[in-house]
């Protein structure tokens, strides 16, 4: 167990105590032990490291009545209840008011032991996913979405910071699976319109009849099929933000429509000749570079710079490997949380496996990785079935995320010849930052030209 659980025995009775204790201690679980329902109560506080074992008959406040208490100061906590021949009916109405378990006198050591070694193992489940739970809301605001520290996502951070809280349209551009959603999400819950909806729309998965009165919504009979009213995604984003996702696939004639909306900021339903003004900010996002669309006449050109008064580019996982171990850990918490397991250890050769991969899915498939190492099963980028243990002797996170970077590092200056400015461009960091680096890993004569070689 991650954490030491303990077991406190109620039992006024100080020869079953005993007993209980002993056959306790054999099975080498921790256990204390008192007389009263009161001297447990002081013991108990919310998140309690332990589970409670108690006899049903006690001086005073009887098994029922700490039974009861336990779970107004933690509902979780596992109360095991020991009952005597004629209480069985005490039993049914314990296990109804949420006893773990019951255990009739007279019992055998091993059936105690039995019971009380699942109960621990359900707490430790419990708090485990109660820390984890603490660790999540820990990460709040911005950071707690856009995870990482490399130099490309901490610009990311500091943009979507900025722009927050004004009305100003964004345009988020990245590939498949690199969180622009969670861009969105962040703009929105940092800014005065959090309270109003964030409403989401991906325009690649809708026809064109179908993504009109989605966007626009319509009046009853507007065509074959439209029995009632329908208020569409911009106005029912009013006061909020709209996110629409794959912009790059919107049709032309939506286009049109829809940069009369960012114009005038009216709407008018389908089948409707009114018009309502709406309030919302439009965040959009693409995959697809839309200037070059543009270009090529498949996206309109008034549209995209009507869209791209702020610009958020989010890079590919690839080009910022150093974030894999702290997404990794962050989606492994996410998972254990979600799934109620433990969060299990990397070994360095994984860590090396996936500091080392291409990631085409991103940010998306480093999660679905996280998923199957917390789930235990196997997964295409490693074989997570027959993972061994990490060794005692295996390199630290920081060594291994050094040992990549000096590698990287390496690579690039023997490519570009030893020209520190034109390794530092493709690795798109600054070329003080990468001269650091250089020095600190010894790299001077790396290529053919040192550290002196700094012109374009």
């Known amino acids: 167990m991650s954490q030491e ?154 943009l979507v910071t900025r722009i927050a809280d004004s009305s100003v349209d964004v345009l988020i551009r990245g590939e498949t699976g690199t969180g622009k959603e969670l861009v969105a999400q962040a703009l929105h819950e940092l800014s005065g319109r959090r309270q109003a909806p964030l409403v989401a729309l991906n325009c690649g998965g809708l026809p064109e009849t179908l993504l009109d009165s989605e966007l626009f919504g319509h009046e009853v009979g507007a065509f074959t099929g439209a029995s009632k009213r329908r208020i569409g995604k911009i106005e029912h984003a009013n006061g909020g933000t709209l996110f629409l996702d794959e912009v790059e696939s919107m049709p032309m004639a939506v286009q049109i429509k829809l940069l009369r909306v960012l114009q005038e900021r009216q709407i008018e339903r389908l089948g409707s000749n009114q018009r309502i003004a709406v309030d919302c900010r439009v965040v959009a996002a693409s995959k697809d570079d839309l200037l070059q669309r543009a270009q090529q006449g498949s996206f309109r050109s008034d549209l995209y710079y009507r869209l791209n008064v702020v610009t958020i580019d989010l890079p590919p996982l690839r080009e910022r490997r150093e974030d894999v171990p702290l997404l990794l850990e962050h989606f492994m918490l996410l998972a254990a949380s979600r799934y109620g397991l433990a969060v299990p250890e990397v070994s360095s050769t994984q860590l090396r496996a996936l500091m080392s991969h291409a990631w085409p899915g991103n940010v998306r498939e480093l999660r679905n990785v996280a998923d199957c190492l917390v789930l235990g099963v196997r997964n295409d980028v490693l074989g997570l079935a027959e993972a061994a243990p990490a060794a005692a002797s295996e390199l630290s996170l920081a060594e291994i995320v050094e040992d990549f970077e000096r590698s990287l590092i390496r690579e690039e200056l023997q490519r570009q010849g030893g020209n520190i400015a034109r390794s530092a461009l493709a690795l798109r960091t600054a070329k003080t930052t990468l001269a650091d680096k250089i020095r600190k890993y010894r790299l001077n004569n790396e290529g053919g030209e040192g550290e002196g070689s700094s012109g374009a």
Request: hydrophobic content about 50%.
């Open 5 to 158: 659980l303990s077991v406190l025995l109620v039992e006024d009775d100080l020869h079953m105590q005993l007993g209980c204790v002993q056959a306790l201690q054999l099975a080498d679980l921790r256990v204390d032990a008192v007389e009263s329902a009161e001297a447990a109560l002081a013991l108990i506080k919310p998140g309690f490291a332990g589970i409670v074992v108690t006899d049903m008959r006690l001086p005073r406040a009887d098994g029922m009545s700490l039974l009861r208490r336990c779970h107004e100061l933690d509902p979780e906590l596992p109360v095991i209840m020991i009952t005597g021949h004629g209480d069985v009916s005490l039993a049914v109405e314990a296990m109804r008011s949420g006893a773990y378990d019951f255990i009739p006198k007279p019992f055998s050591p091993e059936l105690l032991v039995e019971v009380v070694k699942r109960a621990l193992e359900k707490r430790r489940l419990t708090l485990e996913v109660l820390s984890l739970r603490q660790a999540l809301a820990a990460r709040a605001g911005v950071a707690g979405k856009l995870v990482g520290r490399s130099p490309q996502i901490e610009a990311v951070r500091q």
